[in-house]
């Protein structure tokens, strides 16, 4: 099976803390998981006002079959603004992430959102011709 890039896009309103966001193009719910195979990649695009002046995602293990700090290779404590496109490792099992990030406003103030629980389920590859 081919590797797959997955898109994943936190959206965020001024004024409203709490990002959300969407999977190749599908609204997520909070708490939402979602599945990855070993060797996928997750890139994260942000829209809402604003620049983004500092972006932090910070992963955790969610069950007992998870082993390491993080299912993605680039570590559990990554900075999105310098990494916006993740590998996704070998370690398998159900991750928990959360992201905060700050903007810069077009008046030289700062806003502050945070996308509090995607999951998602790192599996193995399946045979070929499933």
Not at 40 to 51: N, R
């Amino acid at each position: 099976m081919p590797q797959q890039t997955h898109q994943l896009l936190v959206t965020y309103v001024e004024g409203q803390t709490l990002a959300t966001w969407s999977l190749n193009g599908v609204p997520q719910e909070d708490g939402d998981e979602f599945k990855v195979y070993a060797g996928d990649k997750v890139a994260f695009q942000f829209e809402g006002p604003g620049d983004i002046a500092e972006c932090v995602l910070i992963s955790g293990q969610m069950n007992t079959r998870c082993h390491g700090s993080s299912p993605f290779t680039e570590g559990n404590r990554v900075n999105l603004k310098a990494h916006s496109t993740l590998n996704v490792g070998q370690n398998l099992g159900l991750w928990g992430f959360t992201i905060s990030f700050s903007t810069r406003n077009s008046d030289g103030t700062s806003s502050f959102y945070y996308l509090p629980d995607p999951e998602m389920d790192v599996g193995s590859v399946p045979p070929m011709g499933d």
